[in-house]
């Protein structure tokens, strides 16, 4: 694949392979599973040929502790897998976190829970923004809603997570990981100045040794100390990402609130409401954690009422709720089993709920 | 909106080339900087069962990838019609497999191609192209996109690995563009 800035016809989980290796992405460990099964498809052909390492795993879990490892030498390294795969992942997920290791986790999420099926769902949300594994810790999330937005997105993750030393996830979907669209691969270039990895584990020769560690016994108060410093980590994060776009909101009174696919379909049901002279507009995080909640706040003051829509039965309007902190209703659209809204479905029910 | 789009949808068995058929739309799109939205039914998916894909073509941005109803058709078998006939939105086109598709379309509201996609394939000599037979008909009677596009993603889409076949597509694609053209007259 040339370099070249010119439009390609990809699929959203070729579009992310482009994308990590033109950030530097290195290694990818990952282990088959529908829908995501192009990523390590594509890794598997692509990354000998930058000269990086790719690995099937005999699990996910050896998957995930790969990453562990790479990232600890300061190789910028990525894995993926689909709803069942990232549960099994969560161990190694709160590991990383601990251990404060870049890296970038891709879901592409599936109907669930258990196998669930193989259709597209956002019923994964909870696991992403609230950690998922064990212990308090946070990932940074993004939720591409387009491919040339996935691309950039997937080269912005190394970023985020090389500069605040923290895990990162895409968090997709079947639809947007299977379907096509044109995307320019353009060049990567680091949207922050990059610290210097000071923390690497490359051999202690000539200088101290450096210790990446998870368990903190002694003193008796070190994990105490070690979470507070996590926790203002959290903190710095919550006040400098806040991602996210807005879409005919300047005089809607009512808005609706969706991320990733289902903010892209309800972009076609706020036209047609429109049409028919109904004031909606969509607010649209980009980052799910940190979520942008002065914008939410922002809304809330001028809006009547915040329609959820999610492929879910009702997880992210916790959080509208929390964000808008309950000052206009918040009403649900969404099922969970692999459903997904069409533009009319939305428009329904942004007629039931516009008059009420 | 929808009037400047066009959705389409191509299904027929699995291993008749559906998919190949809507990524060689997908691609001529990208070469005259359209707006394109692939997508194709993916999983439990075999040689011999039912496939399909659709395409959005359009001059806009595109909200939704989904074709719920389709404004175009291009159907390789019978299961296919019997199950994509209905979503048809009235004025539509629908471009028939009739070697394999026995019936005759019910509605009166859509306007029908038929082409003898896999007759004329078995006649240029292989059967597997006749998908591209029926992609010839349609690109002549929808006039989406040029011929010259489509030809030169039949080109990309070979060039690496299949580089024999290119011919035979090429040939495949102005004889469903004669057939068609033929039938308008």
């Known amino acids: 694949m040339s370099k070249v800035s010119k439009k390609v016809l990809l699929k959203g989980n070729e579009v992310m392979v482009e994308a990590a290796l033109s950030a530097g992405c290195r290694f990818f460990a990952g282990y088959p599973i529908t829908p995501q099964n192009e990523v390590p498809e594509c890794m598997s052909r692509r990354m000998p040929e930058v000269g990086g390492v790719f690995v099937q795993a005999e699990s996910e879990v050896a998957a995930i502790n790969m990453i562990f490892g790479a990232s600890a030498t300061g190789t910028r390294c990525m894995t993926s897998s689909s709803s069942p795969g990232i549960s099994l992942k969560q161990e190694g997920i709160s590991y990383i976190a601990a251990g404060e290791l870049p890296c970038v986790i891709a879901n592409v999420q599936r109907g669930g829970p258990g196998l669930g099926n193989i259709r597209a769902s956002q019923g994964d949300y909870f696991q992403a923004v609230k950690g998922g594994g064990h212990g308090d810790y946070k990932l940074i999330v993004l939720a591409p809603s387009t491919l040339p937005e996935l691309y950039e997105l997937t080269q912005n993750a190394f970023d985020y997570s090389d500069y605040y030393r923290n895990p990162v996830m895409i968090l997709g979907d079947g639809i947007l990981g299977q379907m096509a669209e044109p995307v320019e691969l353009k060049e990567y270039k680091p949207i922050v100045t990059l610290p210097e990895k000071d923390w690497i584990l490359d051999g202690c020769e000539g200088r101290d040794p450096r210790v990446i560690k998870t368990l903190y016994l002694y003193p008796s108060d070190s994990l105490a100390v070690h979470n507070a410093h996590l926790k203002k980590k959290y903190e710095q994060i919550a006040s400098e990402l806040e991602l996210f776009e807005e879409y005919k909101t300047e005089d809607c009174e009512l808005v609706i609130a969706a991320y990733g696919m289902t903010a892209r379909i309800a972009k076609a049901a706020i036209r047609l409401a429109r049409d028919k002279g109904m004031k909606v507009g969509l607010l649209r995080p980009i980052s799910l954690w940190p979520l942008a909640n002065s914008a939410f706040m922002r809304l809330a003051e001028t809006a009547k009422k915040f329609l959820v829509v999610e492929m879910s039965n009702g997880q992210f309007i916790e959080d509208v709720r929390l964000a808008t902190e309950c000052s206009v209703p918040v009403e649900f659209f969404g099922y969970g089993g692999g459903w997904y809204p069409t533009p009319e479905n939305i428009l329904e029910r942004i007629e039931k709920v516009y008059t009420l | ?185």
């Open chain 2, 1 to 185: 909106m929808a009037s400047k789009q066009a959705k389409i949808v191509i299904a027929g068995f699995g291993g008749q080339g559906i998919v190949l058929a809507g990524n060689i739309i997908a691609r001529a799109c990208v070469k005259e900087d359209k707006h394109v939205a692939g997508m194709v039914s993916y999983g439990a998916e075999m040689r011999g069962g039912t496939a399909n894909a659709t395409v959005i073509v359009s001059d806009e941005e595109i909200a939704s990838p989904f074709v719920e109803k389709p404004n175009m058709a291009i159907i390789l078998n019978q299961p296919s019609l019997d199950k994509f006939e209905d979503r048809i939105v009235s004025g539509g086109l629908v471009v028939v497999n009739s070697t394999l598709v026995m019936r005759d379309v019910v509605r009166k509201d859509i306007e029908v191609v038929k082409v003898d996609a896999l007759e004329i394939a078995k006649w240029l000599g292989n059967a597997r192209v006749a998908n591209v037979v029926a992609l010839g008909a349609f690109i002549s009677k929808t006039g989406i996109l040029k011929m010259e596009s489509i030809a030169s993603a039949i080109e990309d889409l070979f060039a690496r690995k299949k580089a024999a076949l290119i011919a035979i597509n090429k040939k495949a694609l102005q004889e469903g563009m004669k057939v068609a053209s033929r039938l308008e007259s």
